[in-house]
């Protein structure tokens, strides 16, 4: 079955510092997928999503490009901001309507100022 | 715009007590989902509804009921509560779409503690 794998955390890095966390996913034909953003005390926002090979996602300052050859949909920032502190989900969901999103496991990020 | 809400925020129950969580959207989204989020654990599915007059078993289902009352609203109801329901609940909607690219939107959580 379809399902997600993302770096463990938590990751702490400092403000303006390159930020990348990495998320492989195990799926039959071509998912789309998706970075979802939770802050503290909210639920999930979607952060950017791409729905074909080499389709790159982008939104804040975040990309992810979909890379079908590695099966990866990795995250990356130039240069994080304290507010960029939150738990990051990378998120998979098949082709057909009847599909669900597959979550992963999620990442915490913290940035020091 | 609400998009979707969940009430209420906070519970504490003791075991063996029953209540229902509500969510409601006005996003005029087809299908619905409840999840459970847990340290470590990611969100797990527990029931999702595809569209009105649908419910369906996730992956986490036992202990958990569910109705769509109609397109906006899908409550989850716990019968008897156990301390292993301690969580976060969170409610969520999306549209159909043929090729599934459709992303959920979330509800703000239900923390739920059973003692």
């Known amino acids: 079955g379809n399902s997600v794998t993302q770096m463990e955390g938590p990751v702490t890095l400092s403000e303006e510092a390159f930020l990348t966390i990495n998320c492989t996913y195990t799926?039959?034909?071509?998912?789309?997928l998706f970075w979802y953003v939770q802050y503290p005390g909210e639920g999930l926002q979607l952060l950017l999503k791409?729905?074909?090979?080499?389709d790159k996602g982008s939104n804040k300052g975040f990309e992810a490009t979909y890379r079908k050859e590695t099966t990866s949909f990795h995250l990356e920032k130039g240069s994080v901001q304290v507010s960029d502190s939150a738990v990051y989900f990378c998120a998979l969901s098949g082709r057909s309507s009847a599909s669900k999103i597959i979550f992963g496991s999620g990442t915490r990020l913290s940035i020091r100022p | 715009n609400a998009g979707v809400t969940q009430t209420p925020k906070f519970q504490v129950l003791k075991t063996g007590q029953s209540m229902t969580l509500q969510c409601a959207q006005d996003?005029?989204?087809?299908?619905m989902y409840w999840y459970r989020q847990d340290p470590g654990m990611g969100l797990r599915l527990i029931y999702y509804?595809?569209?009105?007059?649908?419910?369906d078993k996730g992956e986490v289902p036992n202990g958990y009921n569910v109705s769509r009352l109609n397109k906006r609203e899908f409550s989850l109801r716990l019968e008897s509560a156990a301390p292993s329901q301690t969580s976060v609940y969170f409610c969520?909607?999306?549209?159909?779409?043929?090729?599934?690219?459709?992303?959920?939107?979330f509800g703000d959580g239900t923390r739920l503690s059973i003692l």
């Open positions: 969520a909607s999306s549209e159909i779409s043929t090729i599934g690219n459709q992303p959920q939107h």
């Open positions: 799926a039959t034909g071509y998912p789309s």
């Open positions: 791409a729905t074909k090979a080499d």
């Open positions: 996003m005029n989204h087809n299908s």
């Open positions: 509804s595809a569209s009105e007059g649908t419910t």
